[in-house]
């Protein structure tokens, strides 16, 4: 009998897939607190202007919800030893939502709890988080501060937010399920400079410095904006990257062009007039018009940007 042919995983490519095209629309409406931590200032600065858009496979999109998913699961295990966990915001009913900054900076906290074995009477901002072997051992050895500098400035946030002084850090290794939890004290001087750090990139008009001027630096070789960033890459167009938006009160943004607010819709889709912020070009800005801007390239070519000649 003739061999079954080589499996071509076709199940599975379609499932990636199915993860690809759901996540289609995922830029992130604010400057999150789970980045915060983030050293390259310029880094966030592209996220929240959507200059680039993160496109991840479907496999690494799918492990992003098994993290989701184990939410639930260490919410259970806290209730079953008495701990009280509120993990739906009860004001709303919904997940709880914290933001700063006119609404531009924030994140979903995953819980307040009170009644841990170690402070049955203080209230903690509760964060849950899964790990590979490494990181967990990482985590053990260093503690989240230092092993997770990101993690920190998240709760570090989130307890300036809540008001809350004290955050409960629940971690698992994905690999054995072994637990691993830490009590984070509320450190006011950290979050106000992890505060400043966010008002200071939603309120910057153009790119800040580099984290480096060489492309083959470790953080630029690990960045998702490193094409935009070194080689002159496009952004992508869309209001956020248009030299004509501002973002405003309660997380709107508004288009001086057009004298309008923005929605989510009109921010992705951009108009005919989009103009790019001249940061985000590599070339020298030589003349300009109504709807149009003109630039040198390093090549020495000129370019415009805008309506045609
Ligand atoms: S490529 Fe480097 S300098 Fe540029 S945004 Fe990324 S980390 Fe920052
Ligand atoms: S000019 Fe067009 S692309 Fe620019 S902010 Fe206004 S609506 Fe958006």
Known sequence: MAPLPPSPQQTVAAIYAAYEEDAGNSLREHLGASLIGAECERALWYSFRWATRARHTGRLLRLFET?????????????????????????????????????????????????????????????????????????????VERSKPLHWAQMQVYMHLAGIDRAFYLAANKNTDELYQERIRYDAEAAMRLIAKAERIIGSSCPPTRISEDPAWWQ??????????????????????CLHATPADQGAWTCARHSIQLTRADQQSGCAAHLYIPDLIRGEQVDAGEDWVEYRLPDGTIWRDGVAA
């Open 67 to 143: 993290g989701n998913l184990a939410e639930a699961r260490f919410v259970a295990n806290l209730r079953r030893i008495g701990v009280t966990v509120m993990d739906l915001d009860p004001a709303t009913g919904r997940q709880w939502n914290l933001r700063h900054a006119g609404g531009h900076f924030g994140g979903s906290m995953d819980g307040v709890a009170i009644g841990l074995p170690e402070a049955p009477k203080s209230w903690h901002v509760c964060e849950f988080k899964t790990h590979s072997e490494k990181s967990f051992t990482a985590l053990k050895k260093d503690g």
């Open 220 to 241: 630029c070789r690990m960045c998702d904006h490193h094409a935009l960033c070194h080689e002159g890459a496009p952004a992508e167009r869309t209001c956020r990257s």
